[in-house]
């Protein structure tokens, strides 16, 4: 355990997710200081659909979140 959840729009490649999930993991065990081993990394496609309710669940109802994004959901249909 740490585990990452990469959620984005649908359109990247299998290679795209596979760097952004190696990137994620190096720059978690530098600020962490876990190791490698430890990590795990998920990615999840959404249309801007189905990102709707999502954004709403994962972002505007959720006390966890520190860092939130500059823009409106709806913005993406």
Not at 10 to 19: C, I, T, V, W
Not at 44 to 60: A, G, K, V
Request: glycine residues 2%; contains cysteine; charged residues 30%.
């Amino acid at each position: 355990m740490p585990h990452i959840a990469l959620k984005m729009l649908k359109g990247r490649s299998d290679e795209q997710k596979k760097f952004a999930a190696e990137k994620l993991k190096a720059a978690l065990c530098e600020a962490i200081g876990c190791t490698e081993n430890h990590v795990s990394v998920s990615v999840s496609d959404y249309t801007p659909q189905e990102w709707q309710e999502q954004f709403r669940l994962e972002i505007t109802e959720n006390p966890d979140i520190i860092i939130k994004p500059q823009y409106k959901p709806e913005d993406l249909l």
